[in-house]
């Protein structure tokens, strides 16, 4: 046999896909058989969710898993994967900031401040005790505890009727929880990221304040004097719309970046930066496609690096993380939002659709084991405790609320 000259890894790839190639017959190009791998193969598991009622985000992790080096090993270029998922985060946030609307939220957050903020203390601590309890280190305790406190925007909005979330105040109120709790993430991160920056200086934290609102002005001097005159210029150009927001979001992921800030943090940034505009709605439809194509990329990308045998260890405290998720946020939730006068019922409602971890808990994990801020461990403990939390929440949601994939015709609602 020929040496190839490739190393290890390149070598694993080239193996297990050339498997592949001899069953199809014809010479594959890495990058387009990788990505007719995710999307194949998310369709095939985006049906079989269905068909289980679960969370299509479940269906991107578990892909992942099986097609990644800890199983099958189909999909084993790791430097894609690195990319495929930091893009994700990147445009994922900035959608994210598109539909936070700096004035809505004000309104709504007199309402639900202290219910996030008891709740968020009460999870916080929670999963903290959990993670002591297993021998993790306190920061990473601190860490595990941070992430309980969020909510899943996606499974929250995505499970809720198109008439509930626009004209109920069950919408609102659920909206309105997990705005601040976005807003609590994104702090968690900027933390993260000075902790993880390697300056051992009493300034850091105080240098990445400054640099906030100094980031903020800017993007909000270039939108409202020059992207948004454009933009209304030739709204009529849809190509021209779909490209300035895309060159919009990842110019101000740069901008951060150069600030010594981080690329996701530029990019939550230039989504707020558009979000209180009249266009920010139309910029928003226009990239629904991009959203829901790096939404399976990146899920995909997640369950793809992976590794079981390093998971192992941590199942059971997954599994205790996910119990104490599902029955612990229901309950707290419901009496809090019943001393405001709601009925016990919406009230209800609201807990059971709140019950889970959130993505942005996946997120934390990732930007926190590249920063080494947690390690390898405690990472997988967080991706699959809010693994396990989707699939009871997302199960437990279309038994017993409205949905749009509801089992009971009279709870299936659009």
């Known amino acids: 046999m020929q040496k190839t000259g490739k190393n290890p890894d390149s070598a694993v790839w080239y193996v297990n896909s050339l498997q592949l190639k001899i069953v199809v017959g014809v010479e594959q190009d890495p990058f387009v058989f990788t990505i007719f791998l995710i999307f194949t193969g998310a369709a095939v598991m985006a049906t079989l969710a269905l068909y289980a009622r679960q969370s299509l985000l479940v269906a991107y992790v578990v892909l992942g898993i099986l097609l990644g080096p800890s ?10 994967v690195e990319d495929i998922s930091h893009i994700g985060i990147i445009f994922l946030l900035f959608l994210l900031g598109l539909n936070l609307n700096p004035a809505e939220l004000l309104h709504m957050m007199r309402k639900t401040s202290w219910i996030t903020l008891v ?9 903290m005790l959990v993670a002591l309890v297993f021998s993790f280190g306190f920061e990473e305790a601190l860490l595990i505890g941070a992430v309980m406190t969020f909510s899943s925007t996606i499974i929250g909005l995505k499970l809720l009727p198109t008439s509930v979330l626009h004209h109920q105040r069950t919408g609102e109120f659920i909206i309105s929880i997990l705005l601040l709790q976005d807003l609590l993430a994104i702090g968690l991160l900027i933390y993260i990221q000075g902790r993880g920056s390697g300056i051992e200086s009493v300034w850091t934290p105080l240098l990445l304040i400054l640099k906030l609102p100094l980031l903020g002005l800017i993007a909000w001097l270039i939108t409202r004097y020059l992207l948004i005159r454009l933009i209304r210029r030739f709204d009529k150009i849809q190509e021209y719309i779909f490209l300035t927001a895309i060159g919009w979001c990842l110019g101000l992921a740069e901008l951060a970046l150069a600030m010594g800030l981080s690329a996701e943090i530029g990019a939550f940034i230039a989504g707020v930066a558009l979000a209180s505009s009249p266009i920010a709605l139309f910029v928003s439809e226009s990239l629904k496609p991009l959203r829901d194509f790096f939404l399976v990329l990146f899920f995909f990308a997640l369950g793809a690096k992976m590794d079981l045998s390093v998971a192992m260890p941590v199942l059971l405290p997954a599994l205790i993380l996910a119990a104490l998720s599902l029955s612990l946020k229901p309950p707290v939730f419901r009496w809090l939002i019943e001393r405001l006068g709601e009925s016990k019922k919406r009230a209800s409602e609201i807990g059971i659709r709140l019950g889970q971890l959130s993505e942005f ?14 390690g390898h461990k405690a990472a997988y403990l967080i991706q699959f405790a809010t693994l396990f939390s989707f699939i009871g929440s997302s199960y437990w949601i279309v038994q017993k609320l409205p949905t749009p994939i509801a089992l009971k015709d009279e709870l299936r609602l659009d």
């Open 361 to 374: 808990s996946l997120l934390v994990s990732v930007v926190a084991l590249e920063a080494s801020v947690i």
């Open 71 to 80: 199983v099958l090993g189909w999909v084993g270029h790791a430097g894609l």
């Open 119 to 127: 709740s968020s203390l009460l999870f916080g601590l929670g999963g």
